[in-house]
Structures are given as C-alpha cells and as structure tokens.
C-alpha cells in the first residue's frame, strides 16, 4: 500500500532523539496491551506475567514493543519504544499529533446504523488514514436491529465496491457477530485490528459479542451517553480472539483527521477519487480548475465531499502559517 509521510518513521519513544543523549537503559521486551492514564500494561514476550508500569518520559500506546525493567515494588518503567510500523496517527483539536495504537494490521470502523447516526464524512477520514498509513481496512456497521438508513445503506454498498469488507451486526443479539469473528480469524497475523469509530456506536459491545468470556470493560448507558455525552471506554487495550488474532477497543472520539494530512495526499488518499488524467499533473480538482477532468469521472457526491475535506486542509494549512 501506500506510503507515510515520512515524519511517521521516527522512533516511538523519543522523535527527534539527538545523537550525545543517552542511550535507553536494557529491558526486557515486551508489549503494551493496556493503557488506563498513566498506568501501561505490559505482557513479557518472553515467560512471566503481565507487568504494570507507569509512564514517565517514555511516551507508549498500545501496540508497542516496548523494553521495561521492573523496579521492586512500585511497578515496572519502560525504558525504550521500538521503532513504529503501522500506526494510526490524528491530530487532536488544538492541532498536535497523538498516535493511537501501532503495529496494527488494519482498522475496524464500528458505525452504528443510528443513535449516534451515521456519518460519511467520518467514513472518508477513516478511509484516508487507512491508505495513508498503510493499514487494511474494515468496516462494521452495529445495531442493525435499529433499522439501516437509505443514506448508510448507500454509501456502505458504494465502499464494498470500492473493496472495502463491510459487515452488519447486532451485539446485541448476537446477529452477525460470527462473521466478524470469522474475518478476524482470516486476516489475522499481521497485528491486531482496531476497532474506531464514535463514542456509542459499539465498540465494546461487538468486542464482548466477540469474547463473551473477557472482560473488554464497561459498555455504555444509551441515556446517560445522551446526556452527558461521557466516554465509556477510558483507555485503549489489545483482547486475543486466537493466537495472533487481536482487536483494540479504544475510546471514541468526537472528530478525527489523520496527522499528517496535506492537499495531496487527500487527492492521492479519498476514496474514489483519482488517478485523474487532468490537464496538470498537481490538478487538485477544485471546482473550476483549468482542464480539471474530476466532474466527468468522479460521482458528484463523492467529489463534493473530496472538496470539502480538502478545503479543509487547505484552511488548516493557511491557519498554521499564521
Ligand atoms: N440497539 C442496539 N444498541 C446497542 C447494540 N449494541 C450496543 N448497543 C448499545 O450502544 C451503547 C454504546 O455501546 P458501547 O459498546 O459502550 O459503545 P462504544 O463504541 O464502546 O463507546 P465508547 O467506549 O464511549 O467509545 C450501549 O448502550 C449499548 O447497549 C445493538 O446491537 N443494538
Ligand atoms: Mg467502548
Ligand atoms: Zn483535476
């Protein structure tokens, strides 16, 4: 698949490490499977239990391989991070970079069919940062007991002919749940998958559907949700279906956009839109664009919401020259 930007390359633990700083301490390796504020949970690659460590100056999210020494009676410290492959990367609201979760194999996007109700847009930020950062991509669409809006209908089918796996199921009730474990199972070994998407579409609960004997932690209140619009899931954490067979529940989120975004690489990453044969080469296919050939081959809904991303990256860009 597709390249990163570069800067995602760097080291896990310290970007930017300066040559004459020291060198990390040895630890034993291990991963990071469990992160709840400050607290890691690290499992040993070798024999031995899970160890909890705390984070201090070494910046960890589940996923990582890691090497940790353990320090009697106040837990273990991670001493280094390995180097990041497939990781999902998004800026937050005030512009800084936050990776999620690495050396994953793709990501599962758990959209509920209402309440909250589905959005494209979001879609196509997933879709994006899937092709941007090299990871597969999934799609689950839960409580389908809710009925399926004409509108999500829609534009899930128009994925599943772009080539994306999309699934139906109802946590619930357990409809539809064996086949996502079944696709869990098939694209297995590269990773675990993380499930993303919304607070309150049902992360958790499918996670549970999928492991009726873990405990994935707390699902939400419908009401209480409503309400106060609280997170469920607080910390992100890697559930084993079968050997080499993972998810990652992770809290939602309010917005996303994938780090790391520039106008081409929306143009080179939307979903159904380009290669292009434009007049220009660097053609971004704004409206009005001089021998722009994007209106005759790109539907008029997916360009419009193209458009609309780019623009705004193209602001967030004009914003940080600021
Ligand atoms: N109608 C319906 N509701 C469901 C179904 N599955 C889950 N829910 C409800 O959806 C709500 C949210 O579920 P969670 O699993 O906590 O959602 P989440 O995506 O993990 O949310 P965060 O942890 O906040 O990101 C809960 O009230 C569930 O009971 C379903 O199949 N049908
Ligand atoms: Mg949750
Ligand atoms: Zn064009």
């Known amino acids: 698949m597709s390249r990163r930007p570069s800067h995602h390359r760097r080291k896990g633990g310290r970007p930017g490490r300066k040559s004459g700083e020291p060198v990390a301490e040895a630890g034993e390796p291990g991963r990071v499977i469990a992160i709840r504020g400050r607290r890691v949970l690290v499992r040993p690659d070798g024999e031995g239990e899970d160890v909890v460590c705390f984070l201090s100056g070494h910046r960890a999210v589940v996923g990582d391989h890691v090497e940790f020494v353990e320090a009697k009676g106040t837990g273990g410290k991670i001493v280094s991070v390995g180097e990041r492959e497939r990781a999902l990367w998004r800026v937050d609201f005030k512009g800084r970079e936050q990776v999620i979760a690495s050396n994953l194999q793709g990501l599962i996007v758990v959209a509920s069919a209402?309440?909250?109700?589905?959005?494209?847009?979001?879609?196509?930020?997933?879709?994006?940062?899937?092709?941007?950062?090299?990871?597969?991509?999934?799609?689950?669409?839960?409580k389908s007991d809710l009925g399926v809006p004409e509108e999500a209908a829609a534009d899930l089918q128009w994925r599943r002919e772009l080539g994306v796996e999309v699934m139906s199921c109802t946590p619930h009730d357990g409809q539809g749940v064996e086949a996502v474990a079944q696709f869990l199972l098939e694209h297995a070994g590269g990773g675990p998958w993380a499930f993303v998407g919304h607070s309150g579409v049902g992360k958790t609960s499918l996670g549970a559907a999928l492991l009726p004997d873990a405990d994935v932690g707390p699902i939400g209140e419908v009401s209480e949700f409503w309400k106060t619009g609280q997170h469920t899931t607080t910390g992100a954490s890697i559930h084993e279906l079968a050997p080499g067979a993972e998810i990652v529940d992770s809290p939602g989120i309010r917005t996303f956009l994938p780090a790391g975004l520039t106008p081409e690489?929306?143009?080179?990453?939307?979903?159904?839109?380009?290669?292009?044969?434009?007049?220009?080469?660097?053609?971004?296919?704004?409206?009005?664009?001089?021998?722009?050939?994007?209106?005759?081959?790109?539907?008029?809904?997916?360009?419009?919401?193209?458009?609309?991303?780019?623009?705004?990256?193209?602001?967030?860009?004009?914003?940080?020259?600021?």
């Open 265 to 322: 690489n929306v143009r080179e990453h939307f979903p159904g839109v380009g290669p292009l044969h434009c007049r220009y080469r660097d053609c971004l296919h704004r409206s009005g664009e001089d021998g722009c050939v994007a209106e005759d081959e790109v539907d008029a809904a997916t360009l419009q919401r193209y458009r609309r991303m780019l623009q705004e990256v193209i602001d967030m860009q004009e914003r940080a020259k600021r």
């Open 114 to 142: 209402d309440h909250p109700a589905y959005r494209p847009g979001l879609m196509d930020r997933y879709h994006v940062a899937a092709n941007m950062f090299g990871l597969e991509l999934a799609i689950v669409l839960t």
